[in-house]
């Protein structure tokens, strides 16, 4: 086990490694700065003394080498830095483990136990809302009103149906409704969702955050934790 699997943590195979895989299994069939000498040592060795190689063909072939030398090197530094940001990622994505992110939707998982996150955008303000629940079939759970409010409402569902009891857990679905402008309107709402695990980004695709009860959210698309 990594140490990364102990904090709650998966890693997608890093660039640098992937390479290296790749360059292991074709073998060494490129041609490398100590081959390429040894051919060009052997060349003169054997050129005709009447007919040299000619100077410029000579610098061309200098040249290139040291292009490709340059950009294995160039290559090198890319995937060590590729490594060190995978590695501040790690880091940061350790902290997150348990932690809730607000979402793009207007659901969240209830785990039958802790209540769940769920917040309202009144904006400049809405008067008698009305928040209704519903479980993953679509049936009616519970109706709350919520009265008046503005702007960002943090609120939490303690899992009980209209009747007071706990319902199982799963994921269930909160609509807002209210009053604004004088007119009847929807209001939006989103979902909380807790971080039970992250798998790392690897400088081409992007940190994902696994959230209990399934489901993800990429790293960029966190805007808030709760």
Do not use: C, H
Not at 7 to 29: D, F, H, M, R, Y
Not at 116 to 131: L, P, R, Y
Request: hydrophobic letters at 35%; proline letters at 2%.
């Amino acid at each position: 086990m990594s140490v990364y699997d102990s904090i709650g943590l998966s890693t997608v195979s890093s660039v640098k490694a992937q390479n290296e895989a790749e360059a292991a299994k074709k073998g060494n069939s490129t041609l490398g700065q100590e081959e390429f000498l040894s051919l060009l040592t052997t060349q003169l060795s054997y050129q005709d003394p009447t007919n040299p190689v000619d100077n410029s063909q000579m610098v061309t072939q200098l040249a290139q080498l040291n292009m490709v030398s340059g950009i294995a090197s160039l290559n090198d530094s890319v995937n060590d830095l590729t490594a060190n940001v995978t590695s501040s990622q790690a880091l940061m994505a350790s902290g997150l483990v348990g932690q809730d992110v607000k979402l793009n939707t207007n659901s969240a998982y209830f785990n039958g136990t802790d209540a769940t996150q769920f917040m309202i955008d009144a904006g400049s303000g809405a008067t008698g809302m009305k928040v209704s629940i519903t479980d993953a079939s679509g049936s009616l759970v519970n109706e709350i009103d919520l009265g008046d409010g503005s702007g960002d409402i943090n609120l939490y569902w303690d899992g009980t149906d209209k009747n007071g009891n706990t319902v199982p857990s799963g994921n269930y679905s909160f609509a807002v409704t209210g009053r604004q402008n004088g007119a009847n309107t929807a209001i939006p709402v989103y979902g909380y969702g807790t971080v039970s695990s992250v798998t790392l980004g690897n400088g081409i695709k992007d940190t994902v955050l696994n959230l209990q009860g399934g489901g993800t959210i990429q790293m960029s698309e966190v805007k808030n934790f709760g």
